[in-house]
């Protein structure tokens, strides 16, 4: 799948149809592909990458559209050249329908204060308090998994979302702010569905649909949760080390739409993906009984015995390094966010092709993750690929790169192997009955109708 780097022979057979010097499919092709970009954009995009190669041009010569899956032209994008390729692409303006401006959809000046604004929220010292929140998390969610004497089974989608969502609420708002904060994840989630459904609709977005009203009705429902979340927050004395989201904005000085902003882009970011890091390693796991055994013998020799282990803490986190390995092999093959966009704003060269300003580029993580000049058995689930390995520089993308890495790995990666010790440490995940649903690639990827898990307790 990687491209050849230095320049890119030519011409193209697609030359009339793209101003850029790559290869591609023709309008035609994608006329036929329209169905199939419908039932899986993820798949389009992967088949499209394993044709055409590492860099391909989209047939649309107005706005040039470049696919990138080469990992020195992704690494050329987000870190080397990251300055010149902004935001201003149709995923993030149409999340910004819902976000408004906040850090993942913002550029420049206001985007650099507010990452240094809220910093802090992701600082060592913070992190601890969210680990004590997500063994707590872990504990709810294993009363819903209790196997009982014959096991039991459960929908793992819903579960693991249940249980991110009370995380992130503690890194928005120091107050306990459950209720509120499940009331804003679930006007957020229905604001992004109707978002996704309205992007794939041939009706133009300005229409008065009934759609458009509900995306209204929910966005209004967003503001009046945040204005009460920022409300409580600011009846409330902020201490000089506080370390959530809206005490820190309000420190700041930061107006009362700018932590709006914030608090949603936040809910958008941090739930749903670690609910889907979490869906899809339990379904990995499930399905590969070899590998689950040895996450076992890591959680027994560490947490104890399955009749008589503890709860894992902060400081067991040096000590879990395959459950750790688990997670970054569940990432490369089910990136939550399965594209990053951009947009060029003056002229570059790519993997040897001129890209002038005004191009959007598509990076597909779930296509760079399966390189298999990169991941030899790209489809298979290997742990090991990550343990005792130096952290990948190139063709390992799941969190983004360069400055605008995202901000919330760290959080999420010790929110997701203590939730995932926490929960297996005396159970084992096995398959659930019914059909494996399909990846549905949404805002992050999730299993189709959900994706039922059958829990059992281990001999002690
Ligand atoms: C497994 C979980 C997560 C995954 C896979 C993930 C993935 C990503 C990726 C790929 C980006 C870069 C997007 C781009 O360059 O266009 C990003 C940015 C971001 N993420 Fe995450 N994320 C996760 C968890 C979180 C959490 C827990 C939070 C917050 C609590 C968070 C907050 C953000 C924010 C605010 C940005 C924008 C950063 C900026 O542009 O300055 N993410 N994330």
């Given at each position: 799948m990687s491209a050849p780097s230095g320049p890119v022979p030519g011409p193209f057979r697609n030359a009339r149809y793209t101003p850029l010097a790559a290869d591609g499919p023709l309008p035609w092709d994608m006329v036929r592909a329209v169905p199939a970009i419908r039932r899986s954009p993820v798949d389009f995009l992967t088949r499209t990458a394993a044709r055409y190669g590492g860099a391909v041009a989209f047939p649309l010569p107005r706005t040039p559209v470049l696919l990138l899956t080469d990992p020195a032209a992704v690494r050329r994008v987000l870190?080397?050249?990251?300055?010149?390729?902004?935001?201003?692409?149709l995923q993030y303006k149409a999340l910004a329908t819902v976000t408004g401006q906040g850090l993942l959809t913002s550029d420049g000046a206001p985007w650099r204060t507010h990452r240094r604004i809220v910093q802090p929220a992701f600082h060592h010292s913070a992190l601890d308090g969210i680990a004590e929140q997500a063994v707590a998390a872990a504990r709810r969610l294993r009363r819903t998994t209790d196997p009982g004497p014959r096991g039991t089974e459960v929908e793992v989608a819903e579960a693991t979302a249940r249980a991110t969502l009370e995380v992130i609420g503690r890194t928005l708002a120091e107050a306990d702010l459950r209720g509120v904060a499940e009331q804003l994840v679930d006007a957020v989630g229905r604001a992004l569905e109707l978002v996704v459904a309205r992007a794939q609709?041939?009706?133009?977005?300005?229409?008065?649909?009934p759609s458009r009203r509900r995306l209204r009705a929910a966005v209004a429902e967003i503001d009046a949760v945040c204005a009460r979340i920022v409300a409580v927050r600011r009846a409330a004395t902020v201490a000089e080390d506080a370390t959530d989201l809206v005490g820190l904005m309000l420190r700041a000085g930061s107006g009362d739409e700018e932590i709006r902003d914030e608090l949603v882009t936040f809910v958008v970011a941090g739930h749903e993906t670690v609910a889907s890091c979490l869906t899809w390693t339990l379904d990995l796991l499930a399905r590969h009984p070899a590998e689950q055994a040895a996450l076992h013998a890591e959680l027994a020799d560490v947490l104890?015995?399955?009749?008589?282990s503890r709860e894992p803490t902060w400081d067991d986190l040096a000590r879990l390094p395959r459950t750790r390995a688990v997670l970054d092999e569940a990432l490369r093959l089910?990136?939550?966010?399965w594209v990053i966009t951009r947009t060029s704003l003056a002229p570059d060269t790519v993997a040897g092709v001129d890209v002038p300003a005004g191009t959007l580029v598509i990076v597909c993580t779930w296509a760079l993750h399966r390189d298999p000049e990169l991941w030899p058995e790209p489809e298979t689930f290997r742990p090991e690929r990550f343990?005792?390995?130096?952290?990948?520089?190139?063709?390992?993308?799941p969190f983004g790169a360069?400055?605008?890495?995202?901000?919330g790995r760290d959080l999420a990666l010790v929110e997701a192997v203590l939730v995932l010790a926490a929960l297996l440490r005396d159970r084992r995940v096995r398959p659930g009955t019914g059909p494996r649903p399909r990846v549905e690639s949404l805002v992050t990827l999730r299993p189709a109708g959900g994706l039922r898990l059958r829990f059992e307790t281990l001999p002690g």
């Amino acid at each position: 799948m990687s491209a050849p780097s230095g320049p890119v022979p030519g011409p193209f057979r697609n030359a009339r149809y793209t101003p850029l010097a790559a290869d591609g499919p023709l309008p035609w092709d994608m006329v036929r592909a329209v169905p199939a970009i419908r039932r899986s954009p993820v798949d389009f995009l992967t088949r499209t990458a394993a044709r055409y190669g590492g860099a391909v041009a989209f047939p649309l010569p107005r706005t040039p559209v470049l696919l990138l899956t080469d990992p020195a032209a992704v690494r050329r994008v987000l870190v080397e050249n990251a300055r010149n390729y902004g935001r201003a692409t149709l995923q993030y303006k149409a999340l910004a329908t819902v976000t408004g401006q906040g850090l993942l959809t913002s550029d420049g000046a206001p985007w650099r204060t507010h990452r240094r604004i809220v910093q802090p929220a992701f600082h060592h010292s913070a992190l601890d308090g969210i680990a004590e929140q997500a063994v707590a998390a872990a504990r709810r969610l294993r009363r819903t998994t209790d196997p009982g004497p014959r096991g039991t089974e459960v929908e793992v989608a819903e579960a693991t979302a249940r249980a991110t969502l009370e995380v992130i609420g503690r890194t928005l708002a120091e107050a306990d702010l459950r209720g509120v904060a499940e009331q804003l994840v679930d006007a957020v989630g229905r604001a992004l569905e109707l978002v996704v459904a309205r992007a794939q609709s041939p009706v133009p977005g300005t229409w008065p649909t009934p759609s458009r009203r509900r995306l209204r009705a929910a966005v209004a429902e967003i503001d009046a949760v945040c204005a009460r979340i920022v409300a409580v927050r600011r009846a409330a004395t902020v201490a000089e080390d506080a370390t959530d989201l809206v005490g820190l904005m309000l420190r700041a000085g930061s107006g009362d739409e700018e932590i709006r902003d914030e608090l949603v882009t936040f809910v958008v970011a941090g739930h749903e993906t670690v609910a889907s890091c979490l869906t899809w390693t339990l379904d990995l796991l499930a399905r590969h009984p070899a590998e689950q055994a040895a996450l076992h013998a890591e959680l027994a020799d560490v947490l104890g015995a399955p009749g008589e282990s503890r709860e894992p803490t902060w400081d067991d986190l040096a000590r879990l390094p395959r459950t750790r390995a688990v997670l970054d092999e569940a990432l490369r093959l089910y990136p939550p966010a399965w594209v990053i966009t951009r947009t060029s704003l003056a002229p570059d060269t790519v993997a040897g092709v001129d890209v002038p300003a005004g191009t959007l580029v598509i990076v597909c993580t779930w296509a760079l993750h399966r390189d298999p000049e990169l991941w030899p058995e790209p489809e298979t689930f290997r742990p090991e690929r990550f343990l005792g390995a130096p952290r990948r520089e190139v063709g390992y993308v799941p969190f983004g790169a360069g400055p605008r890495l995202c901000i919330g790995r760290d959080l999420a990666l010790v929110e997701a192997v203590l939730v995932l010790a926490a929960l297996l440490r005396d159970r084992r995940v096995r398959p659930g009955t019914g059909p494996r649903p399909r990846v549905e690639s949404l805002v992050t990827l999730r299993p189709a109708g959900g994706l039922r898990l059958r829990f059992e307790t281990l001999p002690g």
